[in-house]
């Protein structure tokens, strides 16, 4: 089944079907249609998978795709568009470019904790660059993925665009199959099956998985302010966020006080009872549910810890004094769980954090601008957000993507469109002028390396036409005076 799917895919975009921009931008408007056409199904299927509220829907998801799909309509041309490059002497005459090409089929591998937003925006950029696509979403968001498998077909092409659903079979019979390149989002356990199969086609791979993102906060800051940003990203979506902050590092003297912050701060936002709070969502699934319960095992309670299995529901939970050795340090949470460590200083922190593997996302909470040079230049991650949180992710014309175990590759916006392009070396030349050819040609000698070196290495500047007119009338003239000498000898 899967291969056919594959096979039919590959045909249909051999034929050349993708190749106008005019046939990209109608789909692109069909994504958008479906987007705009059924936002009540959207919402309706992530309340049954998650128990999400409609705004939290739209502001994590639907915002972010509507976004990518105008960005890529209104610039697609000019992303296309042949990518004039600096010339040397040598190619001074000639046309040298970058072409934007379709890779081919690409598969894209989406996740249960947005399922829309994972899946629909890398297909922007599969669009965009005019590929064909298999998208296979999640099995654990089962209404989601019933939904796009049921509409996504009624807008988009189906001979080009297709949608597989089923479980860790189907997934693991469509990365049998050949594909010119592979989108997954996840985990990097899993994130690393995906790459072992890709290595059999030698098919590249973007791989958007998670880690453990710290969030640092200095005491000369607004510790106020800092709580409120850390709750709303740490216990939006019940804390399956993978840019989430999943630890606090800060001193010993603060920690009492970012507590009381994030108390204050939780009961503005979900009042007395988050479980009866329209804005607060539920673990996907008991499995899920079991085992983030299990990771406070070791720990000291500061705030929250209720849970009823029955719903999946955690309730926020902040977690003082842990230690790096306990078994919510030694993996991603992915949950409602908020551990805080104590460091006795900057260098400490940073210390800390590059022990570990490289995390998606860096946080940094500081007044003091010497600290927060410090953390960017002192450590790497995928993304660092200072005094706030996920906001760089919300900035389409900045790359997303994990670097290390957080994962590799990067998209949104116009970085989606680079990603999922070849972007193929172009040298047109005439069979003109063909004596300054002769430096390359046997017998070589001492005089004909001099002139190579000489053409090869000087760069032309690319400021405009009349510097490479200069150039061609210096080479005319050149060529002029060894054929005079040629002549009088």
């Known amino acids: 089944?899967?291969?056919?799917?594959?096979?039919?895919?590959r045909e249909v975009f051999q034929s050349g079907r993708s190749r106008p921009l005019q046939y990209r931008k109608q789909q692109l408007r069909a994504l958008h249609r479906f987007i705009t056409e059924h936002q009540a199904d959207i919402e309706q299927s992530l309340k049954q998978d998650l128990h999400r509220d409609i705004y939290t829907t739209s502001i994590f998801e639907l915002i972010g795709i509507e976004n990518d799909i105008k960005l890529a309509e209104s610039d697609m041309a000019d992303w296309a568009?042949?990518?004039?490059?600096?010339?040397n002497l040598n190619s001074a005459l000639d046309e040298v470019y970058i072409k934007p090409e379709p890779l081919g089929v690409v598969l894209i591998i989406g996740t249960w904790?947005?399922?829309?937003?994972?899946?629909?925006?890398?297909?922007?950029?599969?669009?965009?660059?005019?590929?064909?696509?298999?998208?296979?979403?999640?099995?654990?968001?089962?209404h989601s993925a019933r939904l796009m498998k049921e509409l996504l077909p009624l807008y988009l092409d189906k001979e080009m665009y297709q949608v597989v659903t089923g479980g860790v079979p189907e997934t693991q019979e469509l990365l049998k199959q050949r594909f010119d390149h592979i989108f997954y989002t996840g985990n990097s356990p899993v994130g690393k099956l995906?790459?072992?199969?890709?290595?059999?086609?030698?098919?590249?791979?973007?791989?958007?998985?998670?880690?453990?993102?710290?969030c640092y906060i200095d005491k000369n800051c607004d510790i106020a302010v800092a709580c409120r940003r850390i709750t709303w990203g740490k216990f939006a979506n019940c804390g399956q966020t993978c840019l989430a902050p999943d630890y606090i590092l800060c001193e010993p003297s603060i920690q009492d006080r970012i507590v009381k912050e994030i108390q204050k701060t939780l009961q503005e936002f979900y009042k007395e009872d988050p479980k009866s709070s329209p804005d607060y969502c539920r673990i996907i699934n008991t499995r899920h549910f079991d085992r983030v319960l299990s990771l406070m095992n070791e720990c000291t309670i500061a705030l929250g810890g209720e849970n009823d299995r029955s719903q999946c529901y955690i309730a926020p939970t902040v977690l003082k004094d842990v230690l790096p050795h306990f078994k919510i340090m030694q993996e991603e949470i992915f949950g409602p769980l908020l551990p805080i460590i104590t460091v006795n200083d900057l260098s400490e922190a940073?210390?800390?954090?590059?022990?570990?593997?490289?995390?998606?996302?860096?946080?940094?909470?500081?007044s003091?601008?010497?600290?927060?040079?410090?953390?960017?230049?002192?450590?790497?991650?995928?993304?660092v957000t200072v005094n706030d949180v996920l906001m760089h992710y919300t900035v389409n014309s900045l790359p997303f993507g994990g670097v290390g175990n957080s994962g590799m590759g990067k998209y949104h916006g116009k970085h989606t469109f680079d990603q999922l392009s070849h972007h193929r070396s172009c040298v047109i030349r005439s069979f003109a002028m063909e004596s300054l050819n002769d430096a390359r040609y046997p017998p070589l000698t001492a005089a004909r390396l001099s002139k190579a070196k000489f053409f090869l290495q000087h760069q032309l500047c690319s400021c405009n036409g009349v510097c490479v007119w200069a150039v061609i009338a210096t080479i005319l003239a050149i060529g002029l005076l060894v054929g005079l000498i040629v002549v009088l000898i």
Request: no cysteine; net charge positive.
């Open 1 to 9: 089944m899967e291969k056919q799917v594959v096979d039919g895919l």
């Open 81 to 87: 568009a042949p990518q004039h490059v600096k010339k």
């Open 113 to 142: 904790n947005y399922p829309w937003a994972m899946i629909l925006q890398p297909l922007v950029g599969a669009i965009a660059a005019g590929n064909a696509a298999v998208v296979k979403p999640s099995e654990m968001s089962e």
């Open 194 to 214: 995906v790459m072992e199969a890709a290595a059999r086609h030698l098919t590249p791979v973007t791989l958007e998985l998670g880690g453990k993102s710290p």
């Open 350 to 366: 940073i210390n800390f954090i590059n022990k570990r593997e490289k995390p998606l996302a860096v946080y940094v909470f500081s």
């Open 368 to 383: 003091d601008k010497t600290a927060i040079k410090r953390m960017l230049t002192e450590t790497s991650s995928g993304g």
